[in-house]
């Protein structure tokens, strides 16, 4: 999904909504996540995943033409971990497309 399409399934949602106002509203949101990921903070949405930013130690590279070492500098990168509702979703529906899924439990027969 793209961004645009985001806005567009939530404005279809939100049909009290303007879709620049849905627009604004994702960008915000966007806007305060890299905010807060540049200044080196967690951002946690419960039950979805935390953003974080992890550093890469210096390392010694190739170039995949030439083959020549090339010195790679340190660096900060984002890091993206699953809440555990949204591990437990993907991971359901998963089972359930692949038919594997238990069978549902028999009711006592007395």
């Known amino acids: 999904m793209t961004k645009s399409e985001l806005i567009a399934r939530l404005a279809?949602?939100?049909p009290h909504l303007y879709q620049r106002d849905v627009e604004r509203i994702v960008a915000t949101v966007f806007d305060e996540i890299s905010k807060a990921l540049a200044g080196g903070h967690r951002v946690e949405l419960?039950?979805?995943g935390a953003f974080s930013v992890k550093?890469?130690?210096?390392r010694t590279?190739?170039?995949p033409r030439t083959g020549e070492q090339v010195a790679v500098a340190s660096k900060r990168?984002?890091?993206f971990k699953t809440g555990k509702d949204l591990r437990d979703r993907?991971?359901?529906e998963a089972v359930r497309a692949a038919g594997l899924a238990p069978p549902e439990p028999e009711?006592?027969?007395k």
């Open 61 to 63: 590279g190739r170039n």
């Open 12 to 14: 279809a949602r939100n």
């Open 90 to 92: 993907l991971n359901k």
């Open 77 to 79: 990168v984002p890091y």
């Open 55 to 58: 550093k890469r130690e210096p």
């Open 46 to 48: 419960r039950g979805f």
């Open 107 to 109: 009711e006592d027969k």
